[in-house]
Each structure stands twice: as structure tokens, then as C-alpha cells.
């Protein structure tokens, strides 16, 4: 176990399309120590090496969890194996960094949950996003009263990217801005709909639009989709007293509109009067630093101490629970769909 | 009966916010004669007469029903007076044009198209984006097979404006896109669904986002609000040839992206290969032309020919249709509600 | 004379593209009473009647000078002919309104000074710019030291747009910046330089850039065109506190940067270090008034207080010696040319 | 010597800002060789050898020289540098690819081009600009007569970035765009004029407008800043039948604009009649390839194969009289300075 001197060392299990940026910021992390990387396939670890040569690699995940000098290792692969392989180092006794989705069902990550919490492990799932400079400062806004009463937020995510054969778009892409709205609300919502079209290949949904209504009269709506005209990021957050548009493909990400409406007293009987106030709008400056990296400090920081990381565990698994609710509500041809309840924890 | 040769003689009723734009529009019109403005309100009158004194003005609406002269009303008025005003006009043998929405409901608007086919009368509800130049623009390059299939539409239309506080935000800016919709699908969805939110008066929806699904599989994501940070009027239309982005606020409102998928031949079993194309990006030259007007010509031609007009009283009761079906899944807490047959006329 | 209790009586002198404007502004300003229209084609004449009937219609200018209900006339005719109309109307005893640039030449709206100022008349060039909201809240910045020193300003306005066959981009698009320039700065420039292309027409310049260098040591660029890809109307002023982008072709038309270059004390000899500051961005909330309304509140204020209006004949004088010293370098192939000298009227 | 065969050997000399982005674009270049890397700075050399263990690091540049398994330098350092490193290793045989500015005065520039020329080396100055994909795009509309006639060119290169405390913006930012102009005109211009403002240090210029005559009759205008609210890189090519805005911070980094100005034969003596023509707008697909690498790869295949690189001795050459034209124009307080009779190589 590594003390509060010591950095974290930790082993990374994955080299994909991800991968590589946690190796890289391991690597240049103070507070951690990369001991290996691990993958099934030697052109990806050999590609590793030409860049980092003094670093271990091995195809077989078990070296790794024999290996007592590994304190944690970093999940970074296909959703279908994050359940065996996570587990498999809690058993081990490593803390563990897992990608979003957490794991392939709520039971999965509620198993993995549990075995953390037995063992005293950090668990901590890969929602980036927490750490990104524009959402913490819409956090930092809503939690601080500035906006009002939030009254409702519209959510775009749509690129002509990366189309996973073996996914949805749901598990593919909504976790991003199901982690940001659990996050910044700091609840889950109580009931979901959602309508889907599978357009290229059958029966994997590649757009999806998202309905998310919450207990004190929030609503939310997520439109999610892997074929667009142009990659489109923009999130508005409509308040009672200020409204924000978060777009992170902006050189302006934060944009806070000092708008809102006012209902007047009635002059008289049914007669209701509006006023609608329009006043200046301000981009406050974003600090620019590399959410993966705040992420790598985080779970090196939440490993050393026993702390909770930003993205918890609890957080994790709401995710998996909005999710799986939203694919009952697809089954059930868009019917509202009640999610599990979870505690809030704000 | 006006003839070829005539002026179609055109009186406009309710001269509130958007009645002036149709007096300016005939008035100037060659084909048309305006012979005469009603409204209950003495001081519009007076406004109207500044501008144009030699326009005959009442407040007696039957008066002008009377007048042998009157081959048209125009009607402008709140959609609660839509069907006594348009039934009257029609009794008394008058063509009727009538603001969007075309009645109060279905039941309505039904008894008003029999009324007007029983006596060989035009009834033209006033859907002025079907003679916008960039939604025919998009119209042409749909019908065309420009997009190849249509998979889905997400648009958006949202305002810090008008708060009317007698309606739905659904009935007020959906006929819109609802019949935008109609217009270049020649159908209407065969099922909607709904989320709502009243946030600033009790039972007054001021944001929705709305679900249509389609007999042929394309689907369509509408959001609606009055309370938004900025003005946004944005169509995404994705087929799988091209994409088209429709953004009537923008000094190019017509995009075309040369993109699209392809699903290649599997190269083994399970294995599906998508292959991205990104291609030229078009902005198509659009014409100038004031919708309103060639609105207004339409409305003229028809009466004196008797065919159809683009905005007819099949979309005008097709738009009501879809309106109540999502009228009652809100009823139903979103749950999915059929839309009542209809026949296609593309 | 007009008095303080009775509308000012103006006649619009000229009614092409732009007196319309100052017609429908007139006809609707409690202050004012448009008293005659004056133009030689009778088809313009014809055109306002319409819309107009009960003001008064005349192709005779004499006329008007010589009718005592005439207080000013409005002089909204070609460049060439305002010295002319302009001295006559001084002549009869009316005050005078007259579009910009001033007069064709220095030396004309010098006498046209000094005809005005002798009969204590008001004489108010047209330049409506600095009525516009977003330039007097950048007005207003400059004057309270926001962006604290002024390093430089660059503004471009190009268009596609009216191509003026008799005269030179820099006498058609140039007094409007220059105007603004003049009341940002409370000074005229002591040096110009310029390059011009003449691209369409022989000798008609329609691309100009102008550089323009300050007592002080402000300087500025300014790129006037008629031939461009877009329209475009940017203008950053750099300051060594705060920066500021005016573009009244957006919906945010003035955006403050709250960005600045500190130097350092240098740390040894000869080495400087230097502190960029990105701070916020602030888009303040600027009032929708038409310029040319407020133009013409001013007009007749002025005539009815014998003050100077904010677009003075000054200025109107300044603007034309700076573009007399830009012609003078275009004669010198782009050599600098100094700017008669003038009182500073902060 | 390289044959065809072999990679070429190549050593970066400067590891300062840009120098380590030629170190990986070398080492992951198939044609060529990294063999060395030189810095005074041994922390420099550290950081290289983190990423790269396997490459030679030095702090003797001339044991580079000596060194007979280098075939070719690649000096990264500071301008006042060039000549001294350039001319010692062509003295010793070896090819030479320079940052721009080539060298630090058209004498020491012209020294280089001979003696490369005398012994038969590789003269490379590094104007990255010209392997840009879009810089591409546009010249090829260019030669193939797309835009019609040139008419005029109005370019904005404007940073709030890095500040030189020993230069001038005009010779830090100016070569990026006078290469580009090179490039695609095929010629230098005939005639400059500059104004320039130091703002922050004395003497050190951070603001230049800068003007330039062709012998065609073409005019440009480069706007050069460190100082400005926001990054803007804005250049428009306005032709007689096209026109082009290029700007390679956007998504669109190239837009054709189908609009122009037609002359109609004047119908009467003394009239002419202007058409405008607006049609459609395109952007085409551009090619993400990295400009370092295809310079690079220049590079290599120049040294292998004798024949002139894109980013020739002669238009390096050119910059730099360009510049020194310039200079002279400031010295004269913005007077026209004549260009340098160079050979046009189009």
C-alpha cells in the first residue's frame, strides 16, 4: 500500500483508443507511478514502448494482479469486460479506475460496489467529464444559487464519429451527460423516457432522444447520436434567474445569460403579466486544464487518503440505473419509465 | 365572384400583432384588393387608417359578412374565435383564411373543411413557413432524393419572446414545425409523445420536447420553448446521403453536408464495418422573398381557381391531429399517443 | 420659428434610398411635423403619396425655401448637389439637415459654417452612426477610461452591396467611420495614408486601406470595400486595460475583453517580461433604438435650442479634412499626408 | 550521402517552443533519421531523452558538423542565430533546412543561397504555412483561374500570445503570411507601406498594418498583431468571378463564395451598370494531414533528389526583402518602399 509519500502506482489495462491518454498522464503525474500496461494484443504494446521504454508490459492481467508492488489498476476496455476484470482485481486486493460505463448492469456495479466497500477499495469510474473546468463552473454556479430555480436543461451531443458495432448510443455516449446532470443536480431523476432509431445497423440505436423528469419538477433532455452534420456540444441550463449555455467545442464554453422572467402580481382577476428581463451576458475565463489529468489526481488523492473521488462510485451506479431504466422505457415503445431509487447525495 | 382578371377583394379581421403584416401585404399585393379592416378595438383602426386612409374600417364583423363586395376574410384573430369567426364567413359564402392554428380542435376544424367543401369555398389556414424560400429549399432537395432516406429530425425553436398566457407553448410555436414537418414528409407521424413544463404560470406548458415516429421509420425530436438564453431556430435533417441543416436566424439558412454511413458487406461473421464519408459542405443560394407574400398570392390564386392551396386545410387539420395526440400523452404522463389516420398526400 | 410647445416643421429634400427613412421617422416623431417631400421624379413623389397622402408633395425646392411653415429642410440627395441645396436653404433662413458627407469638399462645408454660424441657424450633417446604441456604449467606455490608454483600433466594413458609380468607396463607406473614429477620440487624426484599388470601374476606388495616426500615438486601420465575400463590420479597439469588438451586424454587437498586457519591472538589464491577463468576456446589453429616430429627436432639439446636436457641423468638417488628406495621399501613391488642423472638441 | 534507398540523417538543432515538434515529426518520418539532437540548455536535452532515449544528445553543435553520418541540420533557433548555423553547416557539407525567417537580413540571406548553390546542398527555410492544407486548397483555385482576376487580398493574423521581446511582430508573425502571399501569387509585390505602433516595450513593434502593391495590379493588406481581444486568422481573396475566405482556426478553414461583379456595356454614353452575383457558397472538404510532416517530408525528398523544395531559397529570399522593404517604409514614416527586383518563379 502506498503512504501519502509514496506515489500510487498504478497499472493501466487497456490500450485502445483511450488508453494511451492515461498512460500519458500517469506517466507525467507526480503523485503516480505507471508500473505496466497490459493489453491482449503486441502491436499495441509495442507501439507503448517506442514511447515509453522503461515501461513494463505484459499481455497477461494476472502478472499484473500477483504483482504487489501494483497498488491500483485503470480499466480502460470494452464495457462487456469491466465487471470480470474489475472484480477480479478487487479480489486481488488493487484499487480500481474503471471506464464509463461502470459495468454492464446495475447488479454488475452494484456487485462491484459492494466488494469495494467490504475490502475498503477505491472504485472509481471514469466519468472525465466531472473534471472538466466549464462543468465544474456550471456546478459552481447552480450549487451557488446563481441561476435560480433550475427550471430546465436541453442537452445535444452529436458527432459523425466513432460508431461502435456492439453498443448503443445510450451506453456509448449518455453516461457523459448522464454523470454531468447527476453531478450538477446532485439527485437522479425519478422517471424516464426515451425515443431511439436503429439508422445503420439493426438493432443498434445510433440517435436517441432522452426525456428525464426529477423530483422537485426538473426536467432534462438529452439528444444523443452517432451520425450528425456537424459535431454539436451544447447544453442549455435554463433558470429562473440566470440561464447558461455550457458548449465544450466553444472557445467560450461558459456562457451565462443574465435573463430570466418575473411574473408580475395580477392587475386584476386572470390577468397574469409578464416581464421578461434581458440583461448582459458574460463568458467567464475557463481555466484550460486537462480533465484527465485533474481525474489521475483525484484517484491518486482518493487511493492514498480513503476519500470518495468526484466520480464515485455512487455516481457510477446512478448512471447504470438511469440507463437501464431508459432501455425499459425503448422496450416498452418510450412509456416513462421509473428509475431504482437511489439516495440523493448532494 | 372575382374573376381572372379581378383583384380577389380581401378583408382582414384582428388587427393585433401579426394583422398589420397581412394588411401591408395586400394592399400592396396586385392580385388582391383589400376592401376592408375589422376589429373590436376603435384605436387599431385608428393606426391602420394613419397608414392606409382610404381602407374602409369596422368594428362589425357582420357588417362586413353583408358585403356583397368582401370575397375573402382574413382572419387574425386569438384561436379561441377561429371557428364562430370562419364558420360565419363560410355561411355567409366568404373564401377564409385563418391563422394557425386553424381552430380550437380537431372537431372544429373538421366541421369547418366540410363547410368549406359542402360550398366550393377556399379554407386556408395560414401556415406561412410552407412558403418560407429555405424550408421549400429543403423541400426540393427532400422530394428530390437529395438525402437519400430520411432517418430523423431534430429541431428546435425557441424564443425569449412572446408569453402568450392563455395557450400552451405546444399550440402556440408547434404548428410550425408541425406543419414544416407535414410539409416535406407529405405524412403525418403515426404516434407522439411528450414532456412538458410549466415554469413560470401553473398549467401554462412553456417548454416541450416532442416525439414523432413515422410509418416508414424516420423519427422526429421537437423542442419548443419561450424561455430560452438566446433566440435558437435549428433543423437538423439526417438521411443517409446527406444532412441538412435548416436555421432560419442565420444569414445562410441552408447547409447541406455531403455526409453519410455506409454499412459495408460484413468481412466475417458479426463483424459490421461502418465507413464515414465527409464530404463538401453547400450553402445554396436562397431567395429573398418575404413568405408572407407569396403567401398571400397563393391565397388569391387559389380562391380564384379552386385548387388547393400549398397550406391546405388537410395540413391545417393534420397539424390540430398531431397537436391533441400530444395533448393527450401529456394527459398520460408521456406514454406514446396514436395520431388519428389520416391519408398521405404527398 | 418654432417654439418649445410646437412641432419642428421639416420638408425632406430627396427621396432615393435613404430619405424614405428619414420620412417615416419624421412623419412619426412627436416632435417634429413633416410639413413637404421634395424630390424631381414624380414617380417618388407618387410612391409616398400612398403611404403618405396628406403631406405635402413638390418637384420645386424653391418652393419650400420660400413657404414661412418651413422651420429646416432635410437634404438627402447625391454629394454633389448638398453645397448647393444646403447654402439655399441658410439663404432662406432654414435650418438645415443635411446628409454625409457634408459637402463635396472642405472648402464648402467651410462656408457652409460660416453661413450657418453668421445666422445663427442649425446645421447638422447626417452622421447617424454616432446615434447608434452599441457606438455610444463604446462611447462611454472610452470616455470613462475602461479600456484604459487607446493603442489602436482596426475597423473593417465591407459589403456586397450598393455600388456608387460617381464617387470612391472612401467618400461613400468612409465617413462613417471616420464620424466614429472622430467621437470615440474627441480628435482628428494628424496624418492619413492610404491604398485604394479601383477593380470594377476605372478610377472609381472600391477598396480602400486607410491608416490613421493620432497626436497622442493612438493609430488606426480602417479597410472600407464594396466587393467582399460577406458583409462585415468589425471593429477592435485595443486598449491597455480592457478590448473591446463592436459589430453591429451581431446580436451581441459590443463584447468586452477584459484582456491587457502588463510589462514587468524587468528582472536584469535588458530583459522584459511581459503578463498577458485573459479575463472575462462581457456582452453588455445594448438598447434596440433606431439610430435614425434619436438623429432626428436631436435634429430638433438642437433647432429649437439653438445647442450644437451630438453630430455637429465640426465634426461633419473634421470628417471631410481627414478624407480630402486621404485623396491627397492616393495622389502621392500612399505617401502619409498630414490632416489640416483643427481644434480638439472633446 | 543518402541514396534513394536510405533515410535521411537529420539533427534538430534548438529545442526551445517549435524545435521538439520537428524532433517527433522526424522520428516518426519513415525517410528520415533522427540522429541527433543539439541544445545549449542541458534541461532541453533532458526533456528529449525522456521521450526519446534512443536519439544522440549534444550541446556541441560542432561536433554535429564533424560528425560524418549526419547528412542534414535542422536549425530551430533563435533568428539571430541563422546565418552563423546555417553557414557552418553548409561549410561543412551539410544539407540545411532554417526557421523562418531565414536568416536575419537579405545580405546574410543571399550569402546562404550561394553558397548552398556553390555546393550543390539543400537550402530549406521552414515556412510551414505552405504545406498547410487549406494554404493549398486556395492556391490551387488560384493557378486553375477559379477566382477569376485577383483583385485584392485583406489578411488578419492577430494573436494574444507569445510576445518576442527581441523582434518585431513583423518579423515574427510577417513571414507566415508574406510566404503565403508568395505562394500563391507567384510573384513579391512591387511596393509596401507600413504603419506599426509599439504598445507594450519601446521599440519593439506589436501592432503592423502593412500594405502591398503588385506589379499586376493586385494590392494586399496584412494586419499583424500581438495584442487583440481575440485570436483571429481572417483572410479573404477577393477575384472577379470568386472570391475565398480563408481562416485555419475554423472547422471551415476554406469558403468559396460564387459572387462577383459584372461590368454591363453602358447602355448610354457616361452610365455604367453594375450587376452583383451572390450564388451559392461552398466549403470544401479539406485534408487534416499535419503540415510539419509534409515539410518534412519535402525536406527529405529535396535532399534525395536535388530538386527545389516547396519552401525554396528563393522565396525565403523573397520574405526577407519583403520584409526589409518594409522596414524601410516604417524608417520613412510609412512612405512607399520599393521591393527588391527579384525573378518571379511561378
Known sequence: ?????????????????????????LYELPDAELVGVCDLDPDRLERIARRYPDVRRTTSYDELLEDPTVDAVAIVTAVGTHFELASAALEAGKHVFVEKPMAGSVDEAELLVAMARARG??????????????????????????????????????????HQSDASVIWDLGPHDLSILRYWLGESPVSV???????????????????????????????LSWL?????RRTAIVGSERMVVYDDTSVEPV???????????????????????????????????????????????SIRTGREPRSSMEIGLDVLRVIEAIDRSLR???????VESTLATR
Open 1 to 25: 500500500m502506498s503512504t501519502a509519500a509514496d506515489p500510487v502506482r498504478v497499472a493501466v489495462v487497456g490500450l485502445g483508443y483511450w488508453g494511451p491518454n492515461l498512460v500519458r498522464n
Open 121 to 162: 477499495l477505491t472504485l472509481m469510474p471514469g466519468h472525465t467529464f466531472l473534471y472538466s473546468p466549464p462543468v465544474n463552473a456550471v456546478h459552481d454556479l447552480i450549487r451557488a444559487g446563481a441561476l435560480g430555480e433550475i427550471f430546465f436543461l436541453s442537452m445535444s451531443r452529436v458527432n459523425l464519429g466513432l
Open 193 to 223: 423516457s426515451a425515443m431511439t432509431r436503429c439508422c445503420v445497423m439493426p438493432d443498434v440505436p445510433d440517435v436517441a432522444f432522452v426525456n428525464l423528469q426529477y423530483a422537485d419538477g426538473a426536467v432534462a433532455h438529452v439528444e
Open 228 to 232: 450528425a452534420p456537424s459535431k454539436l
Open 255 to 301: 456562457r451565462v445569460f443574465d435573463s430570466g422572467v418575473t411574473l408580475r402580481t395580477p392587475a386584476n382577476f386572470g390577468e397574469f403579466r409578464l416581464s421578461y428581463r434581458t440583461g448582459d451576458i458574460v463568458s467567464p475565463r475557463i481555466d484550460g486544464t486537462e480533465p484527465l489529468q485533474v481525474e489521475m489526481e483525484d484517484l491518486c488523492s
Open 332 to 338: 416498452e415503445d418510450g412509456a416513462p419509465s421509473a
